[in-house]
Each structure stands twice: as C-alpha cells, then as structure tokens.
Nanobody, 116 residues
Framework: QVQLVESGGGLVQAGGSLRLSCAAS????????MAWYRQAPGKQRENVAL???????NYADSVKGRFTISRDNAKNTVYLQMNSLKPEDTAVYYC??????????WGQGTQVTVSS
C-alpha cells in the first residue's frame, strides 16, 4: 500500500503565497513522475505542474512564472510553491505519484481558497 498525504492548503488573499507539500509513504521502491492537479467547483480536474525523477518540470500556462514544483527524492516528497495567487487558483489540489512497477497513486486533496 502507498499513501500520499498533502498539506499546506488554506485561505489566502489574492497576491499571497502558499506552499503545498505531499509526502508518499508505504511500499515504495522508486517514484518516477510526481505532479499536482487541481479541480475547481464545476470544472474538470487539470494538471498544474509535474516533475520527473531527474528534476525536469512542466507547468500549465495559467501558472507559469507563479508556481514552482520541486521534490526531495530522499523524503519521497513533492512541493508546490504558489506565489501571486489569484482567485481563479481556488480549487482542491491533489498530488500524484507514478511508482515504477506499481502505477499511479493520488492524495486525498487539500483545499486552496484565494479571496479577492
């Protein structure tokens, strides 16, 4: 069994910052790609950012220049630093991890609310 636990969500004013963390635990051998997704009310879940085991990153156009994804392979943890937050960033944020030989796992989600 593999568990992903997100933390760091909350309420912030527009222009503020939050840092999300997601720690993987359990029967872990090697984590390949890790990513953050978000889902706003009434909208489809969308990919926000991803990072490969080697550190290559990719971002949604809507967050480029404002969000930074990083990871600590020794801690099996991925982070999402979110700056210059906008009300349209309000969503439940989920982390995912692709484990080699085991498949994809998802966290339970953490709420991010940005007030105007």
């Amino acid at each position: 069994q593999v568990q992903l636990v997100e933390s760091g969500g909350g309420l912030v004013q527009a222009g503020g910052s939050l840092r999300l963390s997601c720690a993987a635990s359990g029967s872990i051998f090697i984590i390949n790609t890790m990513a953050w997704y978000r889902q706003a009310p009434g909208k489809q879940r969308e990919n926000v950012a991803l990072i490969t085991r080697g550190g290559s990153t990719n971002y949604a156009d809507s967050v480029k220049g404002r969000f930074t994804i990083s990871r600590d392979n020794a801690k099996n943890t991925v982070y999402l630093q979110m700056n210059s937050l906008k009300p349209e960033d309000t969503a439940v944020y989920y982390c995912t991890a692709n484990l080699i030989g085991s498949g994809d796992y998802w966290g339970q989600g953490t709420q991010v609310t940005v007030s105007s």
